[in-house]
């Protein structure tokens, strides 16, 4: 079962590397948008501007959120247990110098 589990998670890993750095990259290509868009000016920099908010942007959000959820998904698989607090054991004399 264990096998099982790190096969699945190497395969979820692997597709939360690409989607985030897809995510990643189209996030940086809305920068030369809204670029463009300041260049340009006018009515048609409003145009750009909202396309970019109101049609690209939710998707890259939507995406971005289901890959980080399929990253962690891929981590309690592989056994790591992320968004827990780690609990260090302190020595007997922990408060003495």
Excluded: Q, R
């Excluded at 940086?28 to 048609?44: I, K, Q, R, S």
């Excluded at 289901?66 to 007997?92: D, F, I, P, R």
Aim: charged share 15%; with cysteine.
């Amino acid at each position: 079962m264990k096998a099982i589990c790190k096969k699945i998670s190497a395969v979820l890993k692997t597709i939360f590397g690409y989607g985030i750095m897809i995510c990643l990259f189209a996030g940086g290509l809305t920068f030369f948008g809204y670029l463009a868009a300041l260049l340009v000016g006018g009515e048609a920099a409003a145009t750009i501007c909202e396309v970019i908010y109101k049609f690209i942007i939710p998707y890259i959000i939507k995406v971005s959120t289901v890959m980080v959820l399929l990253g962690l998904v891929a981590m309690y698989l592989n056994g790591e247990m992320a968004l827990t607090s780690n609990k260090k054991k302190t020595s007997k004399h922990a408060g003495e110098l």
